[in-house]
């Protein structure tokens, strides 16, 4: 008997600590589960992105955060029109400086970024509109100025940069799109080392695989005074340009 009161009392202390370490186990599984969630979303479904240049201004700023659907193309079709983020194809990109590994809480913003909480900072990656698809020949100008897609003149006002360098918006090319590529080019052609800019530069001269798509740009989330969601200009619905999307 003696021995049961004895030990009853060498339990009661430790009860609180039991407690405490459950609670803490359940915290940490909230918070495992709540990561995994937004890898998942990060990875499945939708990823913030920020604009670090002015290439496609006015309609995508320096700094805005934007978020990507990463149903595209996978499950969901690809338009002339759409704004895509998408891997380089190949030093499309000029050398930047890269983050210190020993940045104070670099490590922390890292592991923001891999579960999705933090827009992605890899400089790889670029934000450009479709212009051209499989099967499309893209030229540029006609007599107004205005980049044709199968002979059919685009009205581009309504995202294009106001007040833009016209001689290099406007310098003459020809593309003609093969399958499984694509045609990119900025909004502010001025400002936008597009695919005009590479179409001498081997092996993909200018185009963008579809195999490269990272996702569909669908809004502007921050500023939260501009967010906005992002749709194809009407220009892309002509009859001429039909079929518009990309072949599966």
């Excluded at 020809?174 to 900025?186: D, F, K, S």
Aim: glycine residues 8%.
């Amino acid at each position: 008997m003696g021995s049961d009161v004895g030990s009853a009392r060498r339990d009661r202390p430790r009860r609180p600590q039991l407690r405490k370490w459950g609670l803490a186990r359940e915290l940490i599984a909230v918070v495992v589960v709540a990561a995994l969630l937004s890898w998942g979303i990060k990875t499945f479904l939708v990823q913030p992105f920020n604009i670090p240049s002015g290439s496609m201004e006015n309609t995508l700023k320096i700094g805005d955060r934007i978020m990507v659907s990463k149903l595209s193309p996978q499950w969901r079709e690809l338009h002339r029109g759409d704004i895509i983020v998408f891997h380089d194809p190949g030093d499309w990109l000029k050398e930047q400086p890269t983050r210190s590994a020993f940045s104070p809480f670099g490590w922390v913003r890292d592991g923001l970024e891999f579960i999705g909480l933090a827009p992605a900072a890899k400089d790889d990656d670029l934000v450009k509109r479709i212009i051209g698809i499989p099967g499309d020949t893209v030229k540029c100008c006609d007599a107004q100025g205005r980049i044709t897609v199968n002979s059919v003149a685009l009205d581009e006002q309504d995202y294009l940069y106001p007040n833009d360098d016209l001689t290099r918006a406007r310098e003459p090319f020809q593309a003609t799109v093969p399958p499984g590529y694509l045609w990119m080019m900025g909004d502010h052609r001025g400002d936008s080392e597009d695919s005009r800019a590479h179409r001498t530069q081997p092996p993909d001269y200018g185009l963008v695989p579809v195999a490269n798509v990272v996702g569909r740009v669908v809004m502007v989330a921050f500023p939260l005074g501009q967010a906005r969601r992002i749709q194809r200009p009407s220009t892309f619905d002509q009859p001429g340009l039909q079929p518009d999307a990309v072949p599966q």
